[in-house]
């Protein structure tokens, strides 16, 4: 009886070493695949980066545009490019200015109109 259980404790013995490298492998291509897609350089990071990056552009070409809008409203203030209407406008708003033919109608303060 004790040579049978000393022959199947052998086979048991020779099956898991036999075992043991294929499951060892599989452990470590495991591991390697996980943090492939879950790690912080993986496919999940990656997809965030790449939206984080689509927000920055479109918020990039929103400044831009009104930085130009900006510019282009400067330039017509320019002496060599005067633009009368945008002139107008600008001394209406700061110097509260009015035309001679024109009606004004007073507000509160916490009436504003725009």
Do not use: T
């Not at 049978?4 to 013995?13: I, M, N």
């Not at 130009?68 to 700061?94: F, S, T």
């Amino acid at each position: 009886m004790s040579d049978r259980f000393a022959a199947l404790g052998r086979g048991v013995k020779r099956r898991l070493r036999e075992a043991a490298l294929p499951v060892l492998f599989s452990a470590v291509c495991a591991y390697f695949v996980w943090h492939s897609i879950h790690g912080e350089r993986g496919y999940l990071a990656r997809e965030q980066r790449l939206q984080e990056i689509a927000a920055a552009r479109a918020e990039l070409a929103r400044a831009e545009a009104e930085r130009e809008a900006m510019e282009r409203r400067v330039a017509g203030l320019r002496g060599e490019a005067l633009d009368r209407d945008q002139l107008e406008e600008r001394a209406r708003v700061l110097l509260n200015l009015v035309a001679r033919n024109e009606l004004v109608v007073p507000y509160g303060p916490g009436q504003r109109l725009f």
